[in-house]
């Protein structure tokens, strides 16, 4: 099922905001059955670190690794199933200036990106009152900024309306920008839960754990509180700065 022309194994870090599609893109990833995941390997240090409080903060700090050395390790270590493809889902906000050394550019990186007044509405009934830095999406175009710079070439980019819209077709351009052969086994999965899912996936999963595809987009108005209007804002740039290099299939 595995092809490419890079060394092997193909570490794909992939970051991504709250309230995404992040989870079902692992999933897509894991049932190809030639890839591991690791489900936000950060959060726990992320949680230490900053001492904000989240669903599930103790849970969290108890069950993963806090020491983010210790992860970067293991994400840089042998792929788990000596797999040749390995999907580390990240939260961009999870990455903290200190942990950003040479290791970051050992990955092939992707960038998941939603339109932030649907991404607000979401985060708001988990988080009270959420801030900029709790979208990602700062984190997220400095790093896209940083790894261009560094490599000279322009990260992939997936929006979430475009990967819903056409799941086949953004994923094949997915697997081709990495050179990676595409499968129909990534168009579905198993509904329930997964023992590669994090602690908290009782807080934050509930949707993506009844699913078994990518659910159809269904364009809708999302009308946001006044209490969100001055974030949604402070997001747009960020996100139509990305956008506007997003993968178009």
């Known amino acids: 099922m595995f092809k490419s022309e890079n060394s092997l194994p193909v570490r794909m870090a992939v970051w991504s905001g709250p309230r995404n599609i992040s989870t079902a893109t692992m999933r897509s990833w894991d049932n190809r059955g030639d890839t591991a995941v690791v489900d936000e ?4 240090h992320y949680l230490a670190h900053t001492g904000i409080v989240h669903p599930g903060r ?3 700090l108890a069950g993963q690794e806090n020491d983010w050395q210790k992860v970067k390790s293991f994400l840089l270590g042998p792929v788990p199933g000596n797999k040749p493809i390995f999907y580390q889902k990240h939260m961009a906000h999870h990455l903290l200036p200190h942990m950003q050394d040479d290791w970051i550019h050992q990955m092939q990186h992707v960038f998941l990106l939603r339109p932030p007044d649907a991404m607000l509405l979401s985060l708001d009934k988990v988080l009270t009152s959420p801030g900029l830095t709790d979208t990602g999406l700062p984190q997220q175009l400095a790093l896209f900024e940083q790894i261009k710079e560094h490599s000279g070439k322009t990260p992939l980019v997936i929006d979430s309306v475009d990967l819903l819209r056409n799941p086949e077709g953004m994923l094949r351009g997915w697997c081709a920008f990495l050179d990676i052969e595409f499968t129909t086994n990534m168009l579905s999965w198993p509904t329930g839960p997964r ?16 699913s078994s595809c990518f659910q159809p987009y269904r364009e809708k108005a999302v009308n946001l509180p006044d209490t969100l209007e001055a974030l949604y804002q402070e997001c747009l740039p960020y996100y139509q700065t990305m956008y506007a290099q997003r993968l178009k299939v």
């Open 41 to 44: 390997p950060f959060y726990a």
């Open 58 to 60: 103790e849970e969290v």
């Open 195 to 210: 023992a590669t899912d994090g602690v908290w996936a009782k807080y934050w999963y509930g949707n993506v754990e009844q």
